[in-house]
């Protein structure tokens, strides 16, 4: 078993490179190649959640990524929000997402849910257990063939 | 790789060339630009996504956002994209049904429902 962690202050500028880590341990750890996009597309996505939670509620605390490949190839993204800040599962339908109504922030947050969802088949959003905050966690197979 | 940003006119569109990484960090300046163009009268517009290899929510977000602003000024709004890794991010979101999504520039021009194809 291998764990990878990584903490970033929750600025927009780090979530590239946790993508990028989060790329280069998944491969590392041998999650196939077309998953690599998806992967990478995912972690952006909650990291970008987290951070938006943080920058939102005047966090300074950290985003903490975490990656481990016992078994399969997971990765935890844990903020430290509010509970209630962070239950927004709702995937938008098409004529909801054209409304002029709708801000854009509240878009950005309905389709980065949606992408997540879409392109993570194991994938759990919870409370953490200690302390406050919202843990994503997202899992993909690994090939050790 | 970084954002970048080109933009050109073809007749009465503007097509503004986007390629590189369009995510939390980057979107800014994409919305930047392309309130740009929308104060400076552009009402015809066209973005080619054929150079971008990152997009996620906040990209589409401001995508989202100029499309909106252009209908209310009565303009078009088209996107380019023919590569599949991005085709399925607009499917995923059900995008694909908000966006004209067309994969060449030429064909994103003469579909233009307000005229100026040819």
Known sequence: MATVKLSFSPAPVHVRTARLVGVAVARRAGVREDLLDEVRLAIGEACTRA??????????????????????????VVDRAPIEASIGLAALPPDELAKESLSEDALTTGVGFALLAGFVEDLQVRPVDEGVGTEVRMV???DRS | MELSLATRTVGEHTVLEVGGEVDVYTAP??????LELIDGGARRVVVDLGRVDFLDSTGLGVLVGALKRLRSAGGSFALVCD??????IFRITALDQVFPLHPTVDAAISADPTGAGE
Do not use: F, I
């Open chain 1, 51 to 76: 951070v938006a939670l943080h920058r939102q509620y005047g966090l300074a605390d950290p985003v903490l990524v975490e990656m481990s490949d016992s078994g399969a190839y997971s990765v935890r």
């Open chain 2, 83 to 88: 590569k599949e890794p991005l085709l399925k």
């Open chain 2, 29 to 34: 300046r994409l919305r930047e630009r392309l």
């Open chain 1, 140 to 142: 993909w197979p690994v």
